[in-house]
């Protein structure tokens, strides 16, 4: 699928590296709806949905079901019947979702392990987080992603693998925001920690990865604050903020960090096919 207009970032990203695919739904020349799909880690013959996409003046007329059987159908002939299930996690506030994968016989459950935090950017201005004394590990440098290097960019992600957060390729971190997404490096221009931000529609910006090796609390306060005082600096107090986290350590942090911030459960669809 060569038009990625209507896919988040992310499913860009997995399309271009050959790590998902994507169908459109085109017509009178224009892409109404568009899906991304890939293959889960864990298992090959679990599909999960990555992005889906209905154009807003063309919803409720069921492009989005008849794109997502389309998918689902080329999927079954190409694994010769051997796909067991599809599994998608989206916002329950996202409108129409959640009736569209019911109505393709989805099951719908509650997430119980991911969670996203959200708070305007205004809030960052009083949080404890920006309230924490500043300062640098000894040794160290902090750098923004609009002055790293391209070694730097690879070395960070090769650093992600090996602490077994490998969320972003080094061509996904090229299109971050890239003067409020910082790294720390250590003395031997190693990288250490991270925080790294993506824009999210036109009104949204979202913590795409966060890491401190050794869970260095110092390190991940040093990139957390720059990063705050920079998305302050650069976007409007409206703007919305969110921290998707996975571990309740994580979301202990960002209680803590920007108490502000409201917690919302992600939802999981399920499809059994065995069934």
């Not at 085109?26 to 991304?36: F, K, L, M, Q, W």
């Not at 293959?39 to 996409?53: G, M, N």
């Not at 051997?82 to 019911?102: D, I, M």
């Not at 931000?197 to 890491?211: C, P, V």
């Amino acid at each position: 699928m060569k038009n990625y207009r209507r896919l988040t970032a992310e499913a860009v990203t997995y399309i271009k590296n050959n790590e998902a695919f994507g169908m459109a739904l085109v017509e009178e020349g224009e892409v109404r709806a568009a899906v991304c799909a890939g293959f889960t880690p864990e298992d090959d013959a679990i599909l999960e949905i990555i992005s889906l996409y209905v154009a807003p003046d063309h919803r409720r007329r069921k492009l989005g079901g008849t794109l997502l059987m389309e998918l689902l159908e080329e999927v079954m002939s190409e694994t010769a019947g051997e796909l067991r299930g599809v599994t998608a996690s989206f916002l329950p506030e996202t409108e129409g979702v959640e009736a569209l994968l019911t109505k393709a016989g989805f099951e719908i459950q509650t997430d119980e392990q991911v969670q996203t935090f959200r708070l305007p950017v205004s809030e960052l201005a009083d949080s404890p987080l920006l309230k924490r004394k500043k300062s640098v590990p000894e040794g160290c440098i902090l750098r923004s992603l609009q002055g790293a290097s391209d070694t730097t960019l690879r070395q960070l992600a090769e650093e992600l693998k090996r602490n077994n957060v490998d969320d972003l390729e080094p061509e996904e971190m090229e299109h971050a925001l890239p003067d409020c997404s910082f790294v720390l490096l250590n003395e031997k221009l190693e990288p250490k920690a991270c925080a790294i931000f993506h824009a999210m529609g036109e009104h949204g910006i979202y913590l795409s990865q966060f890491f401190a090796a050794d869970g260095s609390t110092a390190a991940g306060m040093a990139v957390l604050q720059s990063a705050a005082k920079a998305l302050l600096d650069r976007f409007s107090g409206e703007t919305v903020l969110e921290i998707p986290v996975l571990t309740e350590s994580s979301a202990a942090l960002v209680k803590k960090l920007l108490p502000a911030s409201e917690a919302t459960g992600l939802m999981r669809a399920v499809l059994d096919l065995t069934k």
